[in-house]
């Protein structure tokens, strides 16, 4: 079968030949309505890229290299569908490294990727201050974007959720469902999504409940240590529990439940995130969805934008929007359970 050249692609769709190459290598940016004919015309054509000769053309792997913390937290499998799906549409593909939550192993990662040639990183980093070195010596030797959470200000740029907006969302919708005597769980861990949690509820709580900023449990983002921290909160009686993730939230219902507690009739839950279990715990888990595919699209739009300039600029740091998915764990609550 004839290969099809970047000449018939550029006949079919009617560019020149230098805009089907921009449009299929992912190198410069053209207009909207050229991308979509040109892709098109591939599509109908059957064009494959020869990504050897691509490479040896202009120094360029078309390949992303993304280190994540621990690949079983179900948040991070979520956001690498998203980048991958994103990338694949670019003409690009994902190289994937764990770091195990080890700053030290992270290091390893990054620079092993950076070793294989990938053009640029995408970066979720293990600890807010830990990964920071690291991450920063990397960002000089690659396009590199902090995803989802950061180490710092000034290191690379970062596209994360809106932690703040997020627990605010909580903590009204917690008040209009009658609660007024909360408890966080969270997770003791230094990343910038756990701190900038804590401190939210922290600097929101008060609306609610004047003391409920002391009543505060730490542990790590994990089922298990939500039923740990459900069992040593509940003799404290809160009627409500936010927690700074779904498995944690997970795992507190579990344990209430184990317990003979009435969620929400004694107790609301909520989580944070908005993965698969969230929907299937019983009763369904209420929580703060990420806007998954906008932090793909935009971490991987700053990242081509890197890659097509020269020079340093200034960085950015992109908070977007989440949304609450109000669900039965925090149900109003009824004259009997009050």
Known sequence: MTEVTLREVARESGYSVATVSRVLSGTRAVGAQAERRVR??????GYRPNQVAR???????????????????????????AVEHELHSRGRALLIADCDDDPAVEADRVNALLNRQVDALLVIPVHEEHSRVAVAAAAE???????????????A???????????????????????????FLGSAATDSAAVERRAAYEAGVAALDPEGASRVELGDFSVEWGRDAAERVWSERPDALVCANDLI????????????????????????????????????????RQPVTGLAEEAVRLLDQRL??????????????????????TAPRTEEAQ
């Open 40 to 45: 098109a015309a591939a599509e109908r054509l």
């Open 157 to 183: 740029d970062t596209v994360a959720v809106d932690n703040a907006a997020g627990m605010a969302l909580v903590l009204d919708h917690l008040a209009r469902t009658g609660r007024g005597r909360p408890c």
């Open 249 to 288: 939230a997970v795992g507190a219902i579990q344990q209430l439940r184990r317990m003979g507690v009435d969620v929400p009739g004694q107790v609301a839950v909520t989580g944070f995130d908005d993965v698969a279990i969230a929907s299937l715990a019983e009763p369904a888990l209420t929580t703060v």
């Open 55 to 81: 490479a040896l053309r202009s120094r360029s792997t078309g390949t992303i290299g993304m280190v994540l913390p621990q690949i079983t937290n179900p948040f991070f499998p979520m956001l690498v569908r």
């Open 308 to 329: 097509g300039e020269q020079g340093s600029r200034p960085r950015h740091a992109v908070r977007l929007a989440p949304e609450l998915v109000a669900r039965a764990s």
């Open 141 to 155: 030797r690659a396009p590199l974007v902090q995803l989802d959470r950061r180490c710092g200000t000034g290191v």
